[in-house]
């Protein structure tokens, strides 16, 4: 054997190596350094995987120039399980060197009538070859955990002729094992940090996604929007976006900023994550309305036969004054309950007429403040004003609807000109990007992921520098937080099961869109990339209702 002094070029080009992060690259140049500088014809490496099974990785014959995972060969080592192999009557060199742990020094490959040999007899057959010595090492961790077999086939002497694994070899050897050992030790710890990091990562996507019954999967699809975006302007050759490009890397960035995009909304109320009515609390408080209407109706009812009692009419016009009184009440209501849904943006004249229709009043006869909290009674300062008998207005407006930061006045929320959110309830959504941030900032993200953060928080920034939180412009804004910002907007206008909306067509939605590029909401060049590789369509296909899908010509959203 010649020998682990090897030349220093080999040397260094070995360390070098060991700086990658492509371990099967490593793993490779740290045995082909062992045979080439030891005089070692080959080699096979077998890792053993977590669910103990064996598995043939790579190998390599010098003087056959052959891999042994070439397709003919490598079907002569097949995956086996660890607790298979222990019933066996005869094992190969690397079935038993993974059950004992032990180092097996062949001198005589064949020469063992208790070893399964007929691998590598198969192996010399079809490949004219001669197995003679061997030396078998375990890849032992830290833990005492093996993760690997080695056998190094045929110690050659100076002149090519084979000889035995001496005391002195099989040390050397084990030597740069041991630095294979670690190799893999580091890649398979790396591998459960990037899988612990993804799980949590997911977990709390499916918590936030999971905390109201209306989001749906919004944190798990929209990561599937950016990538199809994503990979779509990588793959552009004309335009501004022909020259970007994203690493690996860059895509596992933005895939971990996808997920985590609304992390923040952990701390934002469901009930207004889930406001679909414009009165909706913990519940729609427009039954509280309905009730005091069916009160003017009762007593609508009372005075009319009051009135018939007394004879101050005739019947005839008694009863069509009753009529038309609630007939009116019907109408009131109909109209109030219609402003509470949001579905269409209320006039001035809609606002000035739930403002006249607030003013009718009714007698309360009960106690407001019995069966209320502590918290509750203290934003009442008044309490003999809500303890005695009084008339109170149809729509209020009362100081116990303050409550913090929110205000759940009655008639302040009915007059919300569009949508179902207040002022309020709004500024509470958008603080969910700031919340994102803050949270994503106190992460200790390796510096490859740091732009997890600016990728995440910018989703809600628009190009013409009107969004949130931060009013970025497009040029301060990253491609790959544009696409967010189109990838999050996408999702949830196809959605079908937010509360606030009834389900849109596809063209509907991408009528929206091409609005939202014309008036600077979103970057107009990622936006036509995104219609003309059909991104939507590939989407649309597989996560959006069929009902929802209709034809779509291109050329009508660019």
Not at 65 to 81: D, I, K, Q, T
Request: proline share 4%; glycine share 4%; hydrophobic share 35%.
């Amino acid at each position: 054997m010649a020998g682990l002094n090897s030349s220093s070029n080999s040397l260094l080009s070995l360390i070098d190596s060991l700086i990658s992060t492509d371990y099967n690259s490593i793993t490779e140049k740290i045995l082909e350094y062992a045979i080439n500088s030891a005089g070692i014809d080959g080699y096979i490496f077998i890792s053993i995987s977590d669910n103990n099974y064996l598995n043939l990785e790579n190998g390599w014959i010098k003087s056959l120039n052959l891999h042994a995972l070439n397709p003919e060969l490598a079907g002569l080592f097949p995956s086996r399980s660890i607790n298979d192999i222990k019933n066996k009557k005869k094992r190969s060199p690397a079935e038993t060197c993974a059950l004992t742990h032990e180092i097996m020094n062949i001198s005589n490959f064949y020469a063992h009538p208790d070893l399964d040999t007929s691998a590598f007899s198969k192996f010399d057959e079809i490949c004219n070859y001669s197995t003679i010595s061997a030396l078998v090492i375990p890849l032992i961790d830290r833990k005492n955990n093996p993760v690997g077999i080695v056998e190094f086939i045929n110690n050659l002497d100076s002149n090519g002729k084979n000889i035995n694994f001496t005391s002195e070899d099989q040390n050397e050897l084990l030597t740069l094992c041991k630095l294979l050992t670690v190799t893999l030790e580091n890649k398979k710890l790396g591998e459960d940090y990037t899988q612990l990091l993804e799980s949590f990562i997911e977990v709390l996507a499916r918590a936030i996604d999971a905390k109201s019954p209306y989001t749906g999967a919004h944190c798990q699809r929209v990561p599937i929007i950016a990538r199809l975006l994503a990979t779509a302007v990588i793959e552009q050759d004309s335009g501004k976006y022909k020259d970007f490009t994203m690493s690996d890397t860059d895509l596992y960035t933005l895939h971990i900023a996808s997920w985590l995009h609304d992390c923040g909304k952990i701390t934002t109320p469901e009930y207004i994550v889930d406001k679909a009515s414009k009165l909706e609390g913990i519940f729609n408080r427009i039954h509280e309305i309905r009730d005091r209407f069916e009160i003017l109706r009762r007593d609508a009812h009372i005075l009319y036969l009051q009135k018939r009692l007394q004879n101050t009419d005739s019947k005839e016009k008694l009863q069509a004054e009753y009529i038309n009184t609630v007939k009116q009440l019907e109408n009131n209501f109909a109209f109030i309950a219609k402003c509470n849904t949001g579905d269409i943006p209320l006039t001035d004249e809609d606002i000035s007429h739930l403002e006249e229709l607030s003013k009718i009043q009714f007698v309360r006869y009960f106690n407001r403040m019995l069966g209320l909290s502590w918290a509750e009674r203290e934003r009442i300062k008044d309490t003999k004003l809500f303890s005695e008998p009084a008339k109170e207005n149809l729509l209020q407006n009362r100081p116990d609807h303050i409550a913090g930061i929110y205000n759940y006045g009655e008639l302040y929320n009915l007059s919300i000109p569009r949508g179902t959110i207040n002022k309020e309830e709004r500024e509470k959504i958008n603080e969910h990007i700031v919340v994102t941030i803050e949270m994503l900032k106190a992460l200790p993200f390796p510096k490859e992921l740091s732009n997890i953060v600016e990728y995440a928080g910018a989703h809600h920034e628009r190009i013409d520098g009107k969004g949130y939180p931060n009013g970025l412009t497009g040029e301060q804004m990253s491609v790959p937080a544009k696409i967010m910002a189109i990838a999050d907007i996408f999702e949830a206008l196809t959605a079908s099961d937010r509360p606030y909306k009834e389900p849109k067509k596809l063209s509907e939605v991408l009528g929206i869109m091409k609005e939202m590029k014309n008036n600077g909401h979103i970057d107009p060049d990622l936006y036509d990339i995104f219609i003309r590789s059909r991104v939507f369509q590939e989407y649309a296909n597989q996560y959006i209702k069929s009902e929802q899908i209709d034809e779509i010509n291109i050329e009508d959203y660019l």
